[in-house]
């Protein structure tokens, strides 16, 4: 799901300066008037902002019910699903676990797409055979892959060989089984399949970099490790405050991978707040409950891509 | 970036990249070895016939060309009134729009439900196809509009003088140079529309209607306890999508970067 997103929030972090700019001017044109536009927009918009925002007034109204979903006359029990939410440890764990699988996915994703970018602009063999590589994790449905990691990662699982053929035999364990080590898993797999995108967005921000301030950096003596932290690192900032947001989007919505693999579990070592309404508002059928956890996420999401479009507009 | 002027330096990279991409590699080559393990071609066999991967495939690529079809053109549409016409309180019509963007599949999953069941969508095309558009147009426009906005006013003013209306320069100017950025979101919502796994799962309940997302657990209760056969199963899914992409990396890669790109 996440992949579609890969660019949007550069454009985002952008888009208040560049409207700024743009539709000032042009209210004040002189010349033809323009034709009306309002025709033009209203299908996508009545389609897109009807339908959403529908849905959300909805899940607004139901996260106020104690309702199962099909019983005729739900109960009104104003913001008790709330206070139940914040009382519910699972609730917290999910938080918890959002914030974890943030930060060390958005670091381990950066420090390897980085590296690769850099090490494909040098000027290697066969590049794009590692590029391919790299880049098919992206198009694969996490959902196709799902079956082959939980056997890799299983009890007799082609992981554990690894470990023992390379002589860390006493590592081995059920991965997945193991509140311990499920959640490192998981992130380890949506690391699998993000760092192409990573990595595709800095090559291209490193493509902008102007060779002559390479080229002057190496006359003046600089090696290869400092051209890249105190030259390309700072000119790809905007990509990465843009993978950041991205990255902060993808740990909200994460859903299939956990569910897939994991189930949420053992023990909710794996419940993410996708995974954890699901669970609630389908199989559980308490919808009044999915319903003002659905509201929770939704302000979070809003929260963490306002929070870093602004922090990506004030710097830039 | 690095300099590699001499051969052992030239070897150190090319070793520390091949290193580093193992662990990408190694999945996909557990995933060939697992699904030929036990009865080797037999588990793929055992797949093809039970004859139902080619309508999952079908039903997975109709709602993908359903969905590219609603947001090609409503995209388009927004995109040119966005850029390029007088439209009042512009913005606050773009913003709401966008507001959209960050909003996690999962939170519509009841309002969904509902409207599902009481349009008598529930299992059909559409109940997956209408909220994955909606989800995708909020991306597109942005970019669209971007893409549009870098062409010049002058052309469309031009062409206005000419006695062109908005819906002839919409044909006739716009449509032919968005060419690049219109691919970009084709190849971005049909990852989207091919990849996603939560709508199917909740509103796909047959599997004349599901998509090839649910293909692995659709085996799991098929083969209850033989791995090897799921595997095998995820294989088949993945060889298009892999073939897709070779084919036409370029646009791939240009589709996931054209926000990033000015």
Known sequence: MTSTEAGTTVSITRQPNAAAGRAAPKGRRRGPRRPLGLPWILPAFIFVVGFIYYCIGYTGYISTLNWDGVSPNPQHVGFANYTQAFHDPVFWATIRHTIIFFIVTFTVQTAIGFIFAALLHSKVKLPNLYKVIIFIPVVLAPATMAPIFRQIFSANGQFNTILSDIGLGSLAHPWLAQSSTALPVIMAITIWEWTGVTFILYFAAMTQIDKEILEAARIDGANGLKVLTRIVWPNVRGTTIALAMLSVIGALKTFDVPYLVTLGGPNYATEFLGTFIYRISIPQAEVGYGAALSILLLILSLAGAVAFGLRGTRRS | ?262
């Open chain 2, 1 to 262: 970036m690095f300099e590699t002027r001499r051969l052992s330096s030239k070897i150190i990279l090319q070793v520390i990249l091949t290193i580093m991409v193992l662990p990408f590699l190694f999945p996909l080559i557990a995933m060939v070895q697992e699904s030929l393990s036990g009865q080797g071609w037999g588990n793929y066999k055992a797949v093809w016939a039970t004859g139902v991967v080619p309508q999952f495939f079908r039903n997975s690529a109709i709602i993908a060309l359903g969905v590219i079809i609603i947001v090609y053109c409503l995209t388009m549409l927004a995109a040119f009134g966005f850029s390029k016409l007088h439209v009042r309180w512009k913005e606050i019509f773009f913003w709401m729009m966008l507001a959209a963007l960050t909003l996690p599949e999962v939170v519509l999953l009841t309002p969904l439900f509902s409207i599902a069941i009481h349009l008598g969508l529930f299992n059909t095309y559409f109940s997956v196809i209408l909220p994955l558009a909606a989800l995708q147009i909020p991306f597109a426009v942005l970019l669209t509009r971007n893409f549009m906005n870098s062409i010049p006013d002058e052309l469309f003013d031009a062409a206005r003088v000419d006695g062109a209306n908005a819906a002839v320069i919409f044909r006739r100017i716009i449509l032919p140079l968005t060419r690049p950025i219109a691919a970009a979101i084709i190849i971005l919502t049909l990852i989207a529309a091919w990849n996603d796994y939560l709508l199917p799962l909740v509103f796909l309940q047959t599997p004349s209607t599901q998509t090839i997302t649910l293909l692995p657990s659709f085996f799991v209760s098929e083969f209850s306890d033989d791995q090897t056969k799921v595997v095998a199963s995820a294989v088949i899914t993945a060889i298009p999508e892999i073939i897709a992409y070779l084919c036409l990396q370029r646009l791939f890669e240009r589709g996931l970067t054209a926000g990033a790109l000015k």
